[in-house]
């Protein structure tokens, strides 16, 4: 069939044509799919463990999936229930007298039989599971760690820079991207420049500078806040991309109309330029959340300034089990994750991105 | 297009206005006022601490004692040259950038490719999950990587290494690469974004003419969102070295990817000597300005910029 219609055109090659349109759609779904779900197999595995109990876990035949041994109640206690094979077929029965080369059973469906023997170790005997989901992971955490006081620190920290440094952003990128300043090109060749300084260039001076002998901010958050309200090279760049992208006549028909500078910025700019604005404003949500470099060397003296990532730093030498572990990973993950999916409507959609140079 | 008007007066709101010598001047006064906040930060937050660093360079300064300080010249730098670990630990921060960086680069713009095409379906929310490893915290990664190593519980051993008879897989072995392809998220989005701006006509054109899918994303594609290419580049070089570009998941600086950045910290934390630190700073400033000057210049042959600086006013 697929021979002829290339030449007879017509029907067949039509249904041709499609049949390999659908293989080539379902080709690129089904590749996408697999990738995404190996790209994320770490998560999975995170997922399924922080809902596993510790008895599953240091258990060797206990499945991939939070399970738990089934159990039956017999003779005042619980026991262990195990797929026990037989010449005439695998029977599922419940130990009662573990012995090394021999075993007792009962068969959970029909105690009243009486126990049943089995030759052989019951140590190679596989144990029956029930699918079976733990929250006390969770519970244990909140038990153990004061998420309050960090939720509270951490917030201080993001939004006050939050608003600085958007605030401080956007005044600059306005002022790069509308007005004429002599050696405009030149600071805008610097603030490309400094985007490129690795941070641990700074990092002695800096130290240095607000340590006890000159400012004395350790201990505070203000070395986490400060350098913020001044505004970020990368950021002032990505705004002021977006702010050239937006024709002139608006804002010179305000600026006729008597408006000022500020006003202009407020009301023709900004809500123009909101996608872009939310996007750097997302970036330095997820920035300062994670923020642990100046955190771990403004806050270490004070246990009551703590952040999130910092403590969560704690965490591993806490000696938390590795399910509990897992459910951490979770809880510090939890609202980056959730902010990106609320606002991922708005994010880094229109980010194109064209010269560096200019 | 700002015109000099000749007659303020006849605009009773531009009376308000104090008065100044010309609209040039009055805009290059108020542009800087905007502009000044990020003047004062670089200097204080950039170029002073950039200087201070080389001062310090030449110095034999004890944290603990910073009253003792004094002028060595350049018996640092030649410390850094005998020291085996400086050196390693710099072609360290250099062999990452030229292994991670490839690898990421690649990764991202297969993706925003694939991501391009019109059969795929579902896009708003696949595109958020693969950008959403990205912003998780390192720490979290930290965790999640080390029980999936894990020689009893790990998944890797027990569902995937054993199976196939493969020894086991360390941590170690396993942070990096998972680190450099959960970082894709901003690349792959700027890439998209690019990819995605080309004009549609482009394509019909090419097809019209006979080319074929991989050769219109050859001489279409890669050239047109070459800009967007570069700067991802630049941004993960950025990070490679040690910088904080776009996204910065809270690495501490101990566990860092560049172990240059790791081998400053100790020096200036656990020996106390930032003299020497500053140093070690300044070569990998040098190193990083040097990779940044080639790759900026290499971009005249392979970076197709917009010549969008014609209607240029500013």
């Not at chain 1, 017509?10 to 390999?20: A, K, T």
């Not at chain 1, 733990?134 to 998420?147: A, G, V």
């Not at chain 1, 996608?275 to 100046?294: C, D, I, K, Q, S």
């Not at chain 2, 003792?68 to 350049?74: S, Y």
Request: charged share 15%; hydrophobic share 50%.
């Amino acid at each position: 069939m697929k021979r002829s219609s290339s030449r007879r055109g017509g029907y067949e090659s039509r249904l041709s044509l499609r049949l390999w349109d659908f293989t080539g759609s379902a080709l690129v779904n089904l590749f996408i799919l697999i990738f995404l779900v190996s790209y994320l197999s770490p998560l999975t595995y995170m997922l399924v463990t922080a809902v596993k109990s510790s008895d599953q876990l240091s258990d060797a035949g206990a499945p991939i999936l939070p399970a738990d041994a089934t159990t039956f109640f017999y003779d005042g206690r619980e026991r262990r229930v195990y797929h026990v094979p037989f010449e005439d077929g695998e029977r599922v029965l419940a130990l009662v007298e573990p012995h090394t080369a021999y075993s007792m059973f009962i068969d959970p469906q029909d105690p009243q039989a009486g126990p049943i023997r089995w030759d052989g170790s019951y140590r190679r005997l596989e144990g029956v599971y029930h699918f079976s989901v733990h929250l006390e992971n969770f519970t244990n955490l909140w038990e153990s760690i004061d998420y309050g006081l960090l939720l509270k620190n951490t917030m201080i920290v993001v939004a006050v820079g939050e608003v600085g440094i958007l605030v401080a952003s956007i005044f600059v990128a306005y002022g790069f991207s509308r007005f004429r300043v002599p050696g405009g090109k030149f600071l805008f060749f610097l603030l490309i420049a400094t985007i490129m300084i690795p941070d641990s260039i700074t990092l002695v001076p800096t130290f240095f500078m607000y340590s006890k002998k000159i400012l004395g901010w350790t201990g505070s958050f203000l070395p986490l806040i400060v350098p913020n309200l001044f505004g970020s090279a990368i950021y002032i760049f990505l705004l002021r991309q977006n702010f050239k992208s937006i024709p002139r006549d608006l804002d010179e028909a305000a600026m006729i109309d008597g408006a000022g500078p500020m006003r202009t910025l407020v009301s023709i700019i900004l809500p123009q330029a909101l996608p872009a604005v939310v996007t750097v404003g997302l970036l330095h949500f997820f920035n300062a959340w994670n923020e642990l470099r100046m955190a771990s060397l403004y806050l270490s003296t004070r246990q009551d300034l703590r952040t999130m990532p910092f403590s969560a730093q704690a965490f591993i030498t806490y000696g938390f089990t590795p399910e509990v572990l897992q459910a951490s990973a979770i809880v510090l993950m939890l609202i980056p994750v959730v902010v990106l999916f609320l606002a991922q409507r708005f994010f880094m959609q229109d980010m194109v991105v064209t010269g560096m140079e200019k | 297009m700002l015109v000099r008007r000749k007659k303020p007066s006849t605009y009773p709101a531009a009376e308000a206005r104090p008065r100044h010598r010309s609209l040039a001047g009055y805009s290059a006064r108020i542009g800087f006022l905007f502009i000044l906040p990020w003047l004062i930060g670089f200097v204080l937050f950039k170029a002073v601490p950039i200087l201070a660093a080389l001062g310090f360079s030449f110095m034999e300064f004890d944290m603990l004692e910073p009253e003792k300080a004094h002028f060595i010249g350049l018996q640092n730098y030649a410390t850094f040259l005998k020291d085996t670990n400086a050196g390693a630990s710099l072609f360290g921060s250099i062999e990452v950038f030229l292994l991670a960086v490839p690898l990421q680069m690649f990764v991202a713009l297969a993706l925003a490719a694939i991501f391009a095409s019109d059969r795929l379906k579902g896009k708003p929310i696949l595109r958020t999950l693969f950008f959403m490893p990205s912003i998780i915290p390192a720490i979290a990664i930290f965790i999640i990587l080390s029980g999936l190593t894990y020689p009893g519980s790990g998944w890797l051993t027990r569902l995937i290494l054993d199976p196939l008879g493969l020894p086991p897989m360390s941590f170690g072995s396993l942070f990096l690469p998972v680190l450099s392809l959960w970082s894709i998220g901003p690349s792959f989005l700027i890439m998209l974004g690019a990819i995605q701006a080309v004009p549609k006509e482009i394509y019909e054109a090419a097809r019209v003419d006979g080319a074929g899918p991989l050769n219109r994303f050859a001489s279409i594609t890669l050239p047109m969102v070459s800009p967007a290419i570069f700067f991802s580049l630049v941004i993960n070089m950025i990070s490679a070295f040690g910088g904080v570009a776009l996204l910065d998941r809270g690495l501490p600086y101990s566990q860092s990817l560049s172990p240059m950045e790791g081998y400053i910290v100790y020096n200036m934390f656990s020996l106390q000597d930032l003299g020497y630190a500053s140093a070690l700073a300044w070569v990998m400033f040098l190193v990083v300005m040097a990779m940044t000057l080639l790759l900026f210049r290499s971009a005249r042959y392979w970076v197709h910029f917009p010549e969008e600086e014609a209607n240029e006013e500013i």
